[in-house]
């Protein structure tokens, strides 16, 4: 009896683990674009969704095998990122808080629609190369989907971290993040930190995003999952990265175990809005998030 | 002919209706307004009516954002406690409707408090993040508790009824909401130039500044939070009213951001700009719609894909607005008026 549930709540946490490495993915991309901009992308879910969308198109329709399709949709985005910061988020640098925040909400409504005119409300099935057979770890069942989804994960971090610590441009974004006008005047340059950051944020995301319609299905509520990276962002502080990576699993494990313990406590769901308690809660003890830094404001 | 914007008191300067030919205006306007559903069909009035309960919902987010500087992401939720407290009020507890309303608001208004306070601490970004949150989980608590609110199938609300006679036409529910909103306006714009409202934009300017100048500042965010959802709590129990028949699917998430959308493009912090932006939102999908059916043999996706084009156009409206006209209708009309006011010159 008691291994048993050992043993579910053991299966509970490493799914919550493998889950909420693609939330970290997703909060990373959050992050990134906060730390170099001020700007906090609410249409993050609307560019995974697009980027899944884009790759299951080149998959399906013109029948390029899924590596391939996976690169050249990593390209696309990176166009796509570089696109939106100089044509939309240039424009609005130094406007106040509500506007950005709007903005990027106003593009993602109208990539939601696009997407919808394109591919319409229908589930498509993700056409993954990943076995449908569980892998066992011990007693513990993980399926190759999720697996390969944290193994994608750590590794993006592991090649940001890198790219953060040794990287003349990873420096500079650091700098940058910063303090804008020191890093201008040490010959930065702020605008291609900016162009570089929203080209990550979008390739990241667009990686996040074929994950996540492998794992579920393909429709249009797969933006939905974005917003739930966005407790795991806020949580860990909007502008730390290792606090995304912890927030994010964090959040993954607790919104699993919630679900798993509470489910049938408030009849179903409990897994759909439990990051969001979670945040909230953490918002009342620490406003800025685990790791954020405090604000100290001068008049 | 007027050459400038001159004032001798500051009695003049705060005054609601700064001239006579302002309160010409007025006095025609509200003619009109009274015939206005005697010659508009019962279409018009419809749409009139939905942007009439907008306009209320407009004016509390104008005054938690707009004037307080507040940002929400969960005024949606607040105007579905509303509908909700008003629909059970009226339902179940067998309230009349001119009862039920103003309760249902206190309802709405006291969890607006109880979202206020923990959001004391919380500034800008992390504040939007807390109120999106709070929405998800009104969300949540709406579909999963049914005993209540009967979750997803929804529940039906009955007309209100007035010395007998059940207003449940479109014609009688503009006399029903028409005086509301006005009062709701005026209410709005009297509160602007009290203490309480300079005390807002003070906070919204500098909340630093404003506290050192000895404004309390958790006392007037909570009010501002008190009256915005007082408002949100009204528009939503005439909503529920009007539609007689609410369920979950009326209050996505997305409507919050639709509330936002109408203070964004009707002008921040400003009372007419909160009309404007109503009307326009509320009227946007119904304009796409005479579109539809004018252009649609030539351009067949506007039909097809009707929901698609619909959210588009709303997403594009906020992107331009925000990139062409920061200062939203509102903006744009003042300086129409200026432009004609100071005519040949320039300034």
């Known amino acids: ?299 | 002919m007027t050459s400038g914007d001159f004032k001798t008191s500051y009695k003049a300067d705060t005054a609601i209706f700064q001239t006579i030919w302002i309160k010409l205006w007025m006095a025609g306007l509200v003619v009109f307004m009274i015939f206005f559903p005697f010659w508009a069909g019962p279409y018009l009035t419809y749409v009139v009516n939905l942007a009439a309960i907008a306009t209320i919902g407009a004016l509390g987010l104008n005054i938690l954002t707009g004037f307080t500087g507040q940002i929400s992401l969960g005024h949606g939720a607040f105007i579905a406690i509303g509908a909700y407290s008003t629909a059970i009020l009226t339902a179940d507890a067998g309230f009349p409707f001119w009862l039920a309303l103003p309760v249902a608001a206190l309802i709405t208004a006291t969890s607006g408090l109880i979202v206020g306070v923990p959001s004391l601490r919380l500034k800008g970004l992390y504040l939007v993040m807390s109120t999106l949150a709070f929405s998800f989980i009104v969300q949540y608590v709406i579909i999963k508790w049914e005993g209540l609110t009967r979750g997803s199938t929804g529940m039906g609300v009955p007309s209100p009824k007035f010395f007998g006679h059940a207003i449940d036409n479109d014609r009688a529910f503009y006399f029903l909401i028409m005086p509301i909103v006005v009062m709701a306006m005026l209410f709005a714009r009297n509160l602007i130039r009290t203490k309480v409202g300079r005390a807002w934009v003070a906070i919204r300017d500098r909340d630093i500044s404003a506290e050192v100048m000895g404004v309390n500042l958790a006392r007037y965010k909570v009010t501002s939070f008190f009256v915005s959802s007082f408002y949100a709590g009204l528009a939503g129990g005439l909503y529920a009213y009007y539609i007689t028949d609410i369920s979950p699917e009326h209050f996505p998430i997305t409507l919050s951001i639709d509330y936002l959308a109408m203070i964004i493009i009707g002008g921040m912090g400003s009372i007419l700009g909160s009309v404007f932006g109503a009307m326009f939102v509320t009227m946007l999908p119904e304009g796409i719609r005479i579109a539809a059916d004018v252009f649609g043999t030539s351009y067949p996706v506007l039909v097809d894909r009707f929901f698609e084009v619909k959210v588009m156009a709303f997403g594009l409206a906020i992107i331009l607005f925000l990139i062409f006209e920061p200062t939203g209708i509102y903006g744009r009309w003042i300086k129409t008026k200026i432009y004609y006011k100071s005519w040949p010159f320039t300034y």
């Open chain 1, 1 to 299: 009896m008691f291994s048993d549930q050992l043993h579910f709540l053991a299966q509970l946490v490493v799914s919550g683990i493998t889950v909420g490495s693609v939330y970290s993915l997703i909060a990373l991309g959050f992050v990134l674009i906060y730390k170099a901009t001020d700007v906090l992308n609410l249409a993050i879910g609307e560019l995974m969704m697009l980027g899944a969308y884009f790759c299951f198109n080149l998959i399906t329709t013109y029948k390029i095998p899924y590596i391939p399709a996976f690169l050249i949709t990593l390209v696309f985005s990176a166009i796509l990122g570089i696109l939106l910061e100089r044509v939309i988020l240039r424009p609005m640098i130094g406007e106040p808080i509500l506007a950005i925040v709007m903005i990027t909400i106003g593009l993602g409504t109208v990539f939601r629609s696009i997407i919808g005119m394109i591919w319409g409300p229908l589930n498509y099935v993700f056409p993954g190369p990943f076995s449908e057979e569980p892998l066992m770890l011990g007693t513990i069942a993980v399926s190759h989907v999720h697996l390969w989804a944290m193994i994608m994960a750590i590794t993006v971090m592991i090649v940001f971290l890198a790219f953060f610590k040794f990287t003349t441009m990873g420096i500079g974004m650091r700098a940058t993040a910063d303090d804008q006008d020191i890093a201008f005047l040490m010959g930065i340059s702020v605008k291609k930190v900016v162009a570089v950051s929203w080209l990550i944020a979008t390739v990241v995301s667009s990686i996040a995003g074929i994950f996540l319609a492998n794992i579920n299905l393909l429709n249009l509520n797969l933006y939905f999952i974005g917003l739930k990276a966005l407790p795991a962002a806020v949580m860990g502080g909007l502008d730390s990265i290792a606090g995304a990576m912890i927030g994010g699993v964090l959040i993954g494990v607790l919104e699993n175990l919630a679900g798993g313990y509470l489910d049938h406590l408030f009849g179903g769901g409990v897994k759909e809005v439990a990051a969001f308690i979670i945040l909230l809660l953490i918002m009342m003890i620490r406003p800025y998030g685990l790791f954020g830094t405090k604000e100290i404001e001068r008049v």
